[in-house]
DNA sequence: ACAAAAGTGTTAGTGGTACACCCATGC
DNA sequence: GCATGGGTGTACCACTAACACTTTTGT
């Protein structure tokens, strides 16, 4: 996408980015049984790490972080949140960026931009997990899918800001629709519970569940799914377009 | 405080500063009646705007606005939340910042850091009304309480600060004990009552509140006030240390 | 005595919990 | 029939709403 190999410049400015700012992505998605998150691992490094960009010079912070998540998961449109901003002095550790970039094969220029210290600015997103093909970037080998409770071990700071998405994503469950998001146009009460069950990470009664979903009026029931399981077939719901 | 004049030179790094990365703070007071921000407006230019501030090279983003609110204020330990970063392209408007630049004084050098763009982080801020003597900063002729449903227009997108913070102040305000550092020590229920309601807006069944107040159990009753009015004395409440 | 504001009791409603029970399905 | 999981009815508990009532104080 770039023109310019971004290590070998001097400036954020020649590069075409704001200096000291980032972006962190904490992107969850839903395999129908567990909650995931995608994770990036450097080339030849060892480092994982949450995937994140910088802002360019003439675009917005959301554009930013829609552009990064556009490149690594195709989708536009995505559900998107700001959660908190990263500004501690410990989080500033250039040997780590060196080593990135040279795991990828660059060697950088003397007061190369990306080894100042950045303050980062850490959004939550939440996808289709069966919509995605993930892509690593120019500097990763793989992105790919976690369980959220078998995280490898992050680099910097990387998992205090999962653990503050998570945090952030259980404040949130009663208060925006999480769960529009993270399933499939259609599904059925079980998977629902257990979207709710695997972000607060602990069981929910089932009756209890139900009947409070249901209060809420926000879902459309559908006729009954038959799965050729050996009991009572379960009603589909989709959410109501209007909420 | 700084040695050298910020206006007089062109990149943050020689002014000891990080590039585009300012931060805006709305503090919250309570006169006993109304809830209040502080306003500071600058030299010369009917210009109102949030206290804000920028981001040393050596030192966190929170110790910077705490710096700030010091330097305001003239108090340490102030409860303190971030809330929302602004990062959009509409609030870099540097014709703006060269008037405030000028009222005050200063000719910025071609090219000067202050003119770039900024991305904003919101932070919050509640403190006790009656132990603070706002201070202008260099650039301000005031910095003074203003209520917060009057409001002189604010510059850029400060009003829309304003409206987040406000915003973020009611969805905590059962979960943060707020109350607590926007108070005096000493208080009576009706006082309380009036926080929350300046707060939410709207009223607030008394008994209702009383009794809620009471259930949480995290206030202390001490003896009775007597307060010179025709009615009976309220009690007064502090609240439980440990909470 | 009276007005004003504080504090409490009483009743009803709402929403969650716990448990029981019935229903549909494949073996 | 039976195990399995889905859906609903019922009794109970906690918290809030609404309203009435009593208490305390200064004039």
Redesign the interface.
């Known amino acids: 996408m770039d023109k310019v190999d971004i290590t070998q410049v001097a400036t954020a400015k020649e590069a075409g980015y ?4 980032a972006y962190d992505s904490v992107i969850f998605g839903f395999d129908g049984k567990q909650l995931k998150i995608l994770i990036s691992e450097y080339h030849n490094t060892k480092l994982f790490a949450l995937p994140g960009g910088f ?1 360019k ?6 554009d930013a972080v829609r552009r990064g998540l556009r490149e690594r998961t195709g989708l536009d449109n995505i559900y998107l949140e ?1 959660f ?2 990263f ?3 410990e989080r500033y550790i250039p040997e780590t960026m060196e080593m990135i970039m040279k795991g990828g094969g660059h060697n950088p220029v003397e007061d190369c931009w990306l080894l100042d ?1 950045f ?1 980062s ?1 850490g959004y939550y997103a939440l996808i289709n997990y069966e919509s995605v093909n993930p892509q690593p970037d120019e500097l990763s080998d793989s992105c790919c899918w976690y369980n959220i409770d078998q995280l490898p071990t992050l680099m910097q700071d990387h998992t205090m800001i999962v653990a503050k998405a998570l945090e952030t994503l259980r ?1 949130n469950l009663d ?1 925006k629709l999480v769960g529009m998001n993270l399933l499939p146009e259609r599904f059925t009460m079980k998977e629902l519970q257990t979207v709710y069950e695997s972000i607060l990470g602990q069981e929910i009664r089932r009756t209890t569940f139900q009947r409070s979903m249901l209060a809420k009026g926000i879902l459309n029931r559908h006729e009954k799914q038959f799965s050729g399981k050996s009991h009572k077939a379960p009603f589909v719901y989709s959410f109501k377009k209007d909420a």
């Open positions: 704001l200096a000291h700012i802002v010079i003439n675009e917005s912070l959301d700001q908190h901003v500004g501690s002095l210290r303050i600015v404040d208060k």
